[in-house]
């Protein structure tokens, strides 16, 4: 690879050896500092002279060099000890530079692991690797002293031949056609151990987009080519739980070649005994280790964490404010952060303090939406690795169309865990039981009700906000018997009005109003924990009610507050005034979504027949129904009505 530098740069040799002369050279991992300085002291000195190791001369950076000592410096820095950063050495530079002697710096990272005033001096900058093809066969040739016939390694797996590689591949009597086919079955072995990178996600095209716009930055701010001015300085990905988020931060720094920090005000709370000084050193701590690693990226989940400012209304609101006050002080202080990257993980937006998303702290808030049917196949395949090979996902992927990657990632695993258990190989049948969460498939009437259930949501939900729509399923999911999925409005992008609220509780009634207008009777599933329909309408209310000026009886404009999730039954028990106004809304909203119910029976039993034999429906079709059903719809009881089956819970 030298000699191929040498060759293309003529000048190079003669400028490399000038007196004073400063040359940094690149190299593409930790393991080729030591070959690569080795075979630059033979190629440019000519030489087996041990050349001045510049950081042994630390202790006294600024001595007089004696002429008899060796001719050229140099620094060999791989980042694997202590004093490999910026700050280490520079007075070792200036001696030798004023002596007139050359200097070299060999490193993977030299802006990260050389002498800072190295590369201020540095008189040219050499990038060695990574290896190709007609690298590898000429190094066969030198090894076995023939060239090679038929064998070569492909550009794919050459990038990923190692020092170790180049040792390990070469047996006695061997020819170059075995040499690089073997060094090709050892670098190949690489390939299915390869880290993730932005490339490996699915389902994430704008975080993905940003993430490489980052990486290309970062590396040209490592090389000195751009300005900490100009790169960006971090963002918020928002987006619902398991939907690879603190994946993205795993492949975001193996694509940008840099270390990946961690943190969360959990985990600083919990470093010892949770207190305001405590909790602070511990944030410090890990933003210090961040500027010692950088260029890296900081990871700071649940970001949310945090809170708003404004919004801190409980006891301990001194403590939380300080605690975002220091937050923001380590973002942008006096302290500073060049070459830390850092990127925030939530599930709720609304819930950042906006100071933390202000242009030069988080400046960008990237959604990263649930997988489509096309990503959540390609997730499967990627955790399938080589485990049922040519299987076509896409039925799969539609069943389980609304899922999360880590969901992906769960089934596949109880795929291996089923084969395993039987001692046998793993099958497409054991990927879809474990999607199917294991139980049996439920008795008609059953299904036909969840079906019922989850159809009145999906169509409320399509008449009320177009395009939002993901998927409706009957096919069980832990405790629930189905789902309707839907993008949540961006933030800024819509306005709670009577109207919107009214939709809201129309899509939480729906399937409740379903079951009791097209099948008879409701059954229990609409109830049950925090996370029902019941829970959720009764949330909505509540906050139309006390905090957001939606009621309409009187003393709708005053104030008491907006209740946390948890406090909402306690609240109502509290304050009957309150109770009785939810219940008035919700009765309202009730008869409201019953009428609609009604009115659009047709579209609803359709998609029941759709659930019942396809078990999940994409959004698309979904509202393609409800358009075709809509010149038909009239106020009557579809044939889908009949008689009672027992309760389920959907």
């Known amino acids: 690879m030298l000699r191929r530098l040498l060759e293309a740069d003529p000048t190079l040799h003669g400028r490399a050896r000038e007196p004073g002369a400063v040359l940094v050279v690149e190299v593409p991992d930790a393991e080729w500092v030591v070959p690569v300085a080795e075979t630059w002291r033979m190629l440019i000195q000519g030489t087996d002279e041990v050349p001045f190791d510049g950081d042994d001369a630390q202790d006294r950076p600024y001595r007089r060099i004696s002429k008899i000592e060796p001719s050229w410096a140099e620094f060999r820095r791989d980042g694997s000890d202590r004093w490999h950063r910026p700050e ?87 020819d170059a056609d075995d040499y690089l086919r073997r060094l090709a079955e050892l670098a190949s072995q690489r390939l299915s151990v390869r880290p993730l990178t932005l490339d490996g996600l699915h389902g994430m095209d704008e975080a993905a987009r940003w993430g490489k716009d980052v990486a290309r930055d970062l590396t040209d701010y490592a090389r000195g080519a751009l300005p900490w001015r100009d790169v960006d300085r971090g963002a918020v990905l928002v987006g619902p739980t398991g939907t690879g988020k603190t994946t993205f931060a795993r492949a975001l720094a193996a694509q940008c070649g840099v270390p990946l920090v961690t943190g969360s005000l959990g985990q600083w709370q919990g470093a010892k005994d949770g207190h305001l000084g405590t909790t602070l050193g511990a944030m410090r701590g890990t933003f210090e280790a961040a500027r010692k690693a950088a260029p890296c990226i900081l990871l700071v989940d649940e970001i949310d964490s945090f809170g708003n400012r404004t919004t801190f209304r409980h006891h301990d609101r001194d403590y939380s404010v300080q605690v975002v ?126 079906a019922i259930h989850e159809a009145g949501h999906a169509v409320v939900a399509a008449l009320g906000r177009p395009g939002a729509l993901i998927s409706a399923t009957v096919v069980a999911q832990g405790d629930r018997a189905g789902r309707v999925l839907w993008t949540e409005p961006a933030d800024g992008q819509t306005t709670v009005t009577r109207a919107a609220l009214s939709t809201l509780l129309r899509e ?61 039954p306690a609240l109502l028990a509290a304050r009957p005034d309150v109770a009785r106004r939810v219940g008035e809304m919700l009765d309202a909203a009730y008869a409201e979504t019953r009428s609609v119910v009604r009115h659009h029976g047709l579209a609803i039993c359709r998609l029941a027949d759709m659930l019942v034999a ?34 389920v819970r959907p």
């Open 88 to 174: 280490d050495g520079n007075g070792a530079v200036r001696t030798m530079v004023a002596s007139g002697r050359p200097v070299y710096g060999f490193s993977p990272a030299p802006a990260r692991c050389l002498p800072s005033d190295l590369l201020r001096a540095a008189t040219a900058t050499v990038t060695v690797g990574p290896l190709d093809p007609a690298a590898l066969a000429e190094a066969a040739t030198m090894l076995t002293g023939a060239a090679p016939v038929t064998a070569s390694v492909p550009p794919e797996v050459a990038r990923l031949v190692t020092v170790g590689d180049l040792w390990l591949a070469r047996l006695p009597h061997q």
């Open 325 to 450: 006050n220091a937050f923001l002080e380590e973002l942008d202080g006096a302290a500073g952060r060049e070459g830390v990257v850092v990127l925030g993980c939530c599930n709720d937006a609304s819930r950042i303090d906006p100071a933390i998303l202000r242009p030069g702290r988080l400046e960008r808030l990237i959604r990263v939406p649930l997988p489509d049917q096309a990503a959540l196949a390609a997730i499967l395949r990627h955790h399938l690795g080589t485990d049922l090979p040519g299987a076509d996902l896409s039925r799969l992927a539609l069943l389980g169309f609304g899922s999360t990657g880590a969901e992906a990632e769960r089934w596949v695993r109880g795929m291996r865990r089923r084969a395993r258990h039987d001692r046998r190989e793993a099958t497409l049948a054991d990927l879809e039981a474990e999607l199917r969460g294991g139980g049996p498939r439920p008795a008609p009437e059953v299904l036909r009700r969840v």
């Open 508 to 568: 939480a009634l729906a399937g409740r109003a379903a079951e009791e207008e097209l099948l008879g009777e409701a059954s229990a599933g609409s109830g049950g924990g925090a996370e029902s329909d019941l829970a959720t309408a009764t949330r909505l209310a509540t906050a139309a009610v006390t905090a957001l000026g939606l009621d309409k009886g009187g003393g709708a404009l005053v104030w008491r507050g907006l209740p946390e999730a948890a406090g909402v």
């Open 614 to 647: 396809k078990e999940t429906v994409p959004g698309a079709e979904i509202e393609a129904l409800v358009a075709a059903s809509g010149a038909a719809a009239k106020d009557c009881r579809p044939p889908c009505a009949g008689r009672r089956p027992r309760r």
